[in-house]
Protein backbone atom coordinates (compact mmCIF):
# COMPACT_ATOMS: atom_id res chain seq x y z
CA UNK A 1 0.00 0.00 0.00
CA UNK A 2 2.51 2.33 0.45
CA UNK A 3 4.04 1.53 -2.56
CA UNK A 4 1.15 2.47 -4.54
CA UNK A 5 0.48 5.59 -2.52
CA UNK A 6 3.24 6.91 -3.30
CA UNK A 7 3.44 6.96 -7.43
CA UNK A 8 0.24 9.15 -7.60
CA UNK A 9 2.80 11.87 -5.76
CA UNK A 10 5.57 11.35 -8.15
CA UNK A 11 3.71 11.98 -10.90
CA UNK A 12 2.43 15.15 -9.53
CA UNK A 13 5.47 16.11 -8.63
CA UNK A 14 6.80 15.30 -12.11
CA UNK A 15 4.14 17.55 -13.64
CA UNK A 16 4.66 20.59 -11.26
CA UNK A 17 8.30 20.40 -12.29
CA UNK A 18 7.37 20.09 -16.01
CA UNK A 19 4.89 23.20 -15.89
CA UNK A 20 7.47 25.23 -13.87
CA UNK A 21 9.67 24.54 -17.00
CA UNK A 22 7.06 25.74 -19.71
CA UNK A 23 6.72 28.74 -17.17
CA UNK A 24 9.99 29.75 -17.12
CA UNK A 25 10.93 28.94 -20.81
CA UNK A 26 7.95 31.13 -21.88
CA UNK A 27 8.97 33.63 -19.60
CA UNK A 28 12.58 33.43 -20.80
CA UNK A 29 10.74 33.65 -24.46
CA UNK A 30 8.88 37.21 -23.35
CA UNK A 31 11.86 39.14 -21.92
CA UNK A 32 13.81 38.21 -25.01
CA UNK A 33 10.99 39.40 -27.17
CA UNK A 34 10.51 42.35 -25.12
CA UNK A 35 14.31 42.95 -24.79
CA UNK A 36 14.17 42.98 -28.91
CA UNK A 37 11.20 44.99 -29.15
CA UNK A 38 12.78 47.72 -26.89
CA UNK A 39 16.12 47.42 -29.16
CA UNK A 40 13.87 47.76 -32.30
CA UNK A 41 12.03 50.61 -31.40
CA UNK A 42 15.25 52.42 -29.61
CA UNK A 43 16.51 52.14 -33.20
CA UNK A 44 13.30 53.56 -34.92
CA UNK A 45 13.53 56.37 -32.58
CA UNK A 46 17.45 57.16 -33.11
CA UNK A 47 16.31 57.21 -37.35
CA UNK A 48 14.03 59.40 -35.99
CA UNK A 49 16.23 61.80 -34.52
CA UNK A 50 18.56 61.36 -37.03
CA UNK A 51 16.23 62.62 -39.69
CA UNK A 52 15.20 65.69 -37.29
CA UNK A 53 18.72 66.59 -37.25
CA UNK A 54 19.12 65.89 -40.29
CA UNK A 55 16.49 68.20 -41.85
CA UNK A 56 18.45 71.50 -42.73
CA UNK A 57 20.09 68.65 -44.89
CA UNK A 58 23.36 70.91 -46.56
CA UNK A 59 22.61 74.05 -44.71
CA UNK A 60 24.35 72.74 -41.48
CA UNK A 61 27.76 72.62 -43.14
CA UNK A 62 27.89 76.06 -44.20
CA UNK A 63 27.06 78.16 -40.73
CA UNK A 64 30.18 78.33 -39.45
CA UNK A 65 31.22 80.42 -42.91
CA UNK A 66 27.53 82.16 -42.15
CA UNK A 67 28.16 83.06 -38.59
CA UNK A 68 32.36 84.71 -39.83
CA UNK A 69 30.50 86.92 -42.41
CA UNK A 70 27.98 87.93 -40.17
CA UNK A 71 30.86 88.76 -37.25
CA UNK A 72 31.76 91.37 -40.22
CA UNK A 73 28.98 93.19 -39.23
CA UNK A 74 28.25 92.52 -35.62
CA UNK A 75 25.57 90.39 -36.14
CA UNK A 76 26.71 87.01 -35.43
CA UNK A 77 23.46 86.43 -33.58
CA UNK A 78 21.57 85.87 -36.91
CA UNK A 79 23.43 83.33 -37.93
CA UNK A 80 20.00 81.19 -37.51
CA UNK A 81 18.18 83.25 -39.35
CA UNK A 82 20.43 83.46 -41.99
CA UNK A 83 20.71 80.20 -42.13
CA UNK A 84 16.84 79.88 -42.35
CA UNK A 85 17.06 81.82 -45.51
CA UNK A 86 19.69 79.55 -47.20
CA UNK A 87 17.36 76.92 -46.44
CA UNK A 88 14.52 78.24 -48.10
CA UNK A 89 16.48 79.92 -51.10
CA UNK A 90 18.24 76.76 -51.54
CA UNK A 91 18.18 73.78 -48.77
CA UNK A 92 22.00 74.54 -48.86
CA UNK A 93 22.36 73.08 -52.34
CA UNK A 94 24.21 75.10 -55.59
CA UNK A 95 26.87 76.88 -56.32
CA UNK A 96 24.71 80.23 -55.11
CA UNK A 97 22.88 78.58 -51.70
CA UNK A 98 21.82 82.14 -51.03
CA UNK A 99 20.35 82.98 -53.87
CA UNK A 100 22.56 86.03 -54.26
CA UNK A 101 23.30 86.82 -57.80
CA UNK A 102 20.28 88.60 -58.33
CA UNK A 103 20.94 91.20 -55.30
CA UNK A 104 24.64 92.18 -57.35
CA UNK A 105 21.87 92.58 -60.72
CA UNK A 106 22.91 89.14 -61.89
CA UNK A 107 20.87 86.44 -63.84
CA UNK A 108 19.61 83.54 -61.14
CA UNK A 109 22.84 81.07 -60.36
CA UNK A 110 25.25 83.36 -61.72
CA UNK A 111 27.58 83.39 -58.67
CA UNK A 112 28.69 79.39 -58.32
CA UNK A 113 31.44 79.85 -55.40
CA UNK A 114 29.02 79.05 -52.24
CA UNK A 115 31.43 81.44 -50.55
CA UNK A 116 30.67 84.28 -52.95
CA UNK A 117 27.39 83.31 -52.32
CA UNK A 118 27.09 83.55 -48.59
CA UNK A 119 29.25 86.83 -48.15
CA UNK A 120 27.14 88.44 -50.93
CA UNK A 121 24.10 86.86 -49.27
CA UNK A 122 24.93 88.56 -45.78
CA UNK A 123 25.69 91.73 -46.97
CA UNK A 124 22.44 92.22 -48.45
CA UNK A 125 20.72 91.02 -45.89
CA UNK A 126 22.82 93.38 -43.65
CA UNK A 127 21.35 95.77 -46.08
CA UNK A 128 17.99 95.17 -45.38
CA UNK A 129 17.86 94.75 -42.19
CA UNK A 130 19.56 98.46 -41.37
CA UNK A 131 17.05 99.94 -43.92
CA UNK A 132 14.58 97.93 -41.63
CA UNK A 133 16.09 99.52 -38.77
CA UNK A 134 15.57 103.11 -40.36
CA UNK A 135 12.14 102.70 -41.72
CA UNK A 136 10.78 100.77 -38.60
CA UNK A 137 9.28 97.79 -39.90
CA UNK A 138 8.93 95.10 -38.11
CA UNK A 139 11.16 91.89 -38.75
CA UNK A 140 9.32 89.41 -40.88
CA UNK A 141 9.19 91.99 -43.29
CA UNK A 142 13.09 92.50 -42.83
CA UNK A 143 12.43 88.82 -44.09
CA UNK A 144 10.34 89.29 -46.48
CA UNK A 145 12.28 91.90 -48.47
CA UNK A 146 15.25 88.93 -48.52
CA UNK A 147 12.59 87.59 -51.31
CA UNK A 148 11.12 90.88 -52.77
CA UNK A 149 13.77 93.52 -52.57
CA UNK A 150 14.49 96.62 -50.43
CA UNK A 151 11.17 98.27 -52.31
CA UNK A 152 9.21 95.97 -50.04
CA UNK A 153 10.13 97.79 -46.84
CA UNK A 154 8.99 101.09 -48.20
CA UNK A 155 6.22 99.72 -49.20
CA UNK A 156 5.14 98.67 -45.70
CA UNK A 157 6.57 101.64 -44.17
CA UNK A 158 3.57 103.37 -45.77
CA UNK A 159 1.10 100.91 -44.67
CA UNK A 160 1.17 100.27 -41.31
CA UNK A 161 5.06 99.18 -40.85
CA UNK A 162 3.84 95.22 -39.90
CA UNK A 163 4.05 92.84 -42.96
CA UNK A 164 1.36 90.62 -43.73
CA UNK A 165 0.80 88.45 -46.56
CA UNK A 166 -1.80 90.40 -47.97
CA UNK A 167 -0.16 93.54 -47.89
CA UNK A 168 2.72 90.97 -50.16
CA UNK A 169 0.28 90.49 -52.34
CA UNK A 170 -0.67 93.63 -52.93
CA UNK A 171 3.42 94.32 -53.54
CA UNK A 172 3.59 91.56 -55.61
CA UNK A 173 0.87 92.41 -57.77
CA UNK A 174 1.94 96.12 -58.41
CA UNK A 175 5.13 94.59 -59.57
CA UNK A 176 3.53 91.90 -61.81
CA UNK A 177 1.88 95.41 -63.41
CA UNK A 178 4.91 96.22 -64.23
CA UNK A 179 6.01 93.94 -65.71
CA UNK A 180 3.11 91.29 -66.55
CA UNK A 181 5.19 88.79 -68.96
CA UNK A 182 8.11 88.75 -66.92
CA UNK A 183 6.33 87.50 -63.68
CA UNK A 184 3.65 85.51 -64.65
CA UNK A 185 4.23 81.97 -62.58
CA UNK A 186 5.60 80.56 -66.04
CA UNK A 187 2.21 80.33 -67.41
CA UNK A 188 1.19 77.84 -64.86
CA UNK A 189 -2.44 79.43 -63.31
CA UNK A 190 -2.38 76.45 -60.87
CA UNK A 191 1.32 77.97 -59.18
CA UNK A 192 -0.36 78.46 -55.65
CA UNK A 193 1.16 81.97 -56.36
CA UNK A 194 -0.46 82.66 -59.16
CA UNK A 195 -1.21 85.47 -59.93
CA UNK A 196 1.08 87.21 -57.47
CA UNK A 197 3.81 86.33 -58.87
CA UNK A 198 6.53 88.66 -58.14
CA UNK A 199 7.94 86.64 -55.41
CA UNK A 200 6.79 84.40 -52.80
CA UNK A 201 3.90 86.32 -50.63
CA UNK A 202 4.50 83.33 -48.21
CA UNK A 203 8.24 83.82 -47.78
CA UNK A 204 8.18 85.00 -44.52
CA UNK A 205 6.26 82.56 -42.65
CA UNK A 206 8.36 79.51 -44.39
CA UNK A 207 11.52 81.19 -43.68
CA UNK A 208 10.20 81.27 -39.33
CA UNK A 209 9.13 77.77 -39.56
CA UNK A 210 12.85 77.25 -40.76
CA UNK A 211 14.35 78.61 -38.29
CA UNK A 212 11.75 76.37 -35.69
CA UNK A 213 13.35 73.25 -37.02
CA UNK A 214 17.06 74.75 -37.38
CA UNK A 215 17.21 75.79 -33.75
CA UNK A 216 16.09 72.29 -32.95
CA UNK A 217 18.63 70.12 -35.04
CA UNK A 218 21.47 72.89 -34.36
CA UNK A 219 24.31 72.52 -31.68
CA UNK A 220 23.29 75.18 -28.68
CA UNK A 221 25.99 77.23 -29.06
CA UNK A 222 24.49 78.00 -32.70
CA UNK A 223 21.13 78.96 -30.92
CA UNK A 224 19.71 82.66 -30.51
CA UNK A 225 17.05 83.49 -28.44
CA UNK A 226 17.12 87.28 -30.00
CA UNK A 227 16.77 86.26 -33.41
CA UNK A 228 13.58 83.51 -32.69
CA UNK A 229 12.56 86.62 -30.46
CA UNK A 230 12.01 88.98 -33.47
CA UNK A 231 9.41 86.89 -34.61
Given at each position: ????????????????????????????????????????????????????????????????????????????????????????????????????????????????????????????????????????????TVI?????????IDF??????????????????????????????????????YPY???????????????????????????????????
Open positions: MKYTNKKPKKKKQVQRNFNLAILLFMSFIGFLLLDRFLELYNESFKKMNVSVNSSIGEVAKYTPMIEDELKKFGMEDHTVTVAALMMQESRGKGGDPMQASESLGLAPNSIQDPQQSIQQGVKYYQRVVDHGKKMQVDFPQSYNMGIGYVAKNGGKHSEELAKKFSMIQVEKSPQTYDCGGDKNNFRCYGDFTYSTKVAKHMESITVSIPEDLKEGSTKRSF
